[in-house]
């Protein structure tokens, strides 16, 4: 009895190793395998060899597969990206605080130019503004 439950439990084995696998190549000889640039500068897939024009069958390349990213790995993009945003925001702020920081410190400046011209008229005597 032992034998045969083995048996059975090596032959689902085997045939889920061979569907797995027969699923795995129908998978990739149906996906677009190569890729080539025609003469009017457009992007062209093909399954096969045969499918390109013999002109342009020198410029084949494999086609770049889009990548599928884990979660994690979303997630870690995704953080970075903010982090990114971030630092260009509080770049933004810096840049921000220094221009008003100039524009403070030449206003004080003047300020400070009114106040010596002033200081002079005074202490020369005069009447301010009557030159």
Do not use: W
Request: hydrophobic share 35%; net charge positive.
């Amino acid at each position: 009895m032992d034998c045969a439950l083995a048996k059975g439990k090596l032959m689902s084995l085997v045939l889920l190793s061979a569907l797995s696998l027969s699923f795995g190549v129908a998978r990739t000889s149906h996906g677009q395998s190569l890729r080539y640039i025609d003469s009017s500068g457009n992007v062209r897939f093909a399954d096969s060899i045969k499918e390109v024009p013999r002109e342009y069958r020198e410029q084949i390349y494999p086609a770049t597969p889009t990548p599928v990213l884990t979660r994690q790995q979303q997630m870690q993009r995704q953080m970075q990206q903010d982090r990114i945003q971030k630092d260009k925001l509080r770049a933004e702020q810096m840049k921000r605080m220094e221009r008003d920081r100039r524009a403070a410190d030449i206003d004080k400046a003047a300020r400070r130019k009114r106040n010596d011209l002033r200081q002079d008229e005074l202490s020369s005597g005069f009447a301010p503004g009557a030159f």
